[in-house]
């Protein structure tokens, strides 16, 4: 019976300790009984180290229970909380927040107002209400300001004609005012060229200007040389003022033409 008891491992290591410390007390302990206390030295020993692997699984499973509250990050490669992830609800990937933060600054950056998941092969959209809490707010402030933009048909839209402005302007009336202001600016362009205000040159003519005839300082010559009357060359382009003589003027450049119409001289020429 000592036998079969001392073979249960479930049994209370202090019990078998006091088993074994009375039988060596025992003066009536015999020889023949030595094979039955090495047996029960070696369950205390067993019992021991049962016992001991026992707290190191539960200090480990504890350990494992705590890395399991971390989530993994597949851009940084980084282990975070819960509370430093998030989590894209039309596919469910999940990334952290400033992963996911410095990515949708990216895109805007890139002008690319259509935000898509930042996983592999995925094409799912992030949704701008859901990441407003977590990224900066001139970002949001830029995407949000796309969105609208986007709604915008094209053909309803232009921009400010001044480089130093450029502010997105909406054409939303069949009319057309040639002489507009930029509400961002507050600088004169013509709604119908898409250009600064040419005061003083009409718009057909000045689309039949070439690219390096229309800067500022060109129309405002082209304009003093309507009020003085000055006639342009028809092949050098320079403008000529006559101060007495006729009509047929000859330009530095050695072409001949009339100086009341501007059409190349002729000796049938009339005017």
């Known amino acids: 019976m000592a036998k079969e008891s001392a073979l249960d491992l479930s049994c209370d290591d202090f019990y078998v300790s006091l088993l074994f410390d009375e039988i060596e007390n025992d003066e009536n302990f015999s020889i023949s009984d030595e094979k039955s206390a090495e047996e029960l030295q070696f369950q205390e020993v067993i019992m021991n180290s049962t ?52 990515h949708v600054a ?42 609208c933009e986007s709604l915008i048909l094209a053909s309803q839209k232009f921009y400010c004609p001044y480089k130093d402005c450029s502010a997105m302007l909406v054409n939303d009336s069949d009319e057309i005012i040639r002489e507009s202001e930029c509400p961002s600016c507050w600088r004169l362009f013509c709604a119908q060229c898409k250009v600064p205000w040419h005061c003083g040159v009409e718009c057909v003519e000045f689309q039949q200007l070439n690219s390096d005839e229309r800067d500022r300082e060109d129309l405002m010559v082209r304009e003093l040389a309507k009020a003085k009357e000055w006639t342009r060359c028809p092949y050098c382009k320079f403008f000529v003022e006559k101060t007495e003589g006729c009509l047929h003027m000859t330009c530095r450049c050695g072409s001949q033409f009339c100086y009341k119409c501007g059409v190349i001289w002729t000796i049938h020429h009339a005017c």
């Not at 998941?117 to 402030?141: H, N, Q, W, Y």
């Open 51 to 102: 016992i001991f692997n026992q707290n190191t699984e539960a200090e480990g499973g504890a350990h494992e229970v705590g890395e399991s509250s971390l989530s993994f990050c597949e851009i940084c490669a980084e282990r975070k909380e819960s509370d430093e992830m998030f989590t894209i609800q039309t596919c469910s990937h999940i990334f952290c927040t400033d992963c996911i933060s410095k």
């Open 106 to 147: 990216t895109k805007i950056q890139e002008n690319i107002h259509v935000v898509t998941c930042p996983g592999v092969a995925c094409r799912e959209i992030l949704d701008f209400e859901t990441c407003s809490s977590i990224v900066p707010k001139e970002v949001i402030s830029r995407w949000d300001e796309m969105l």
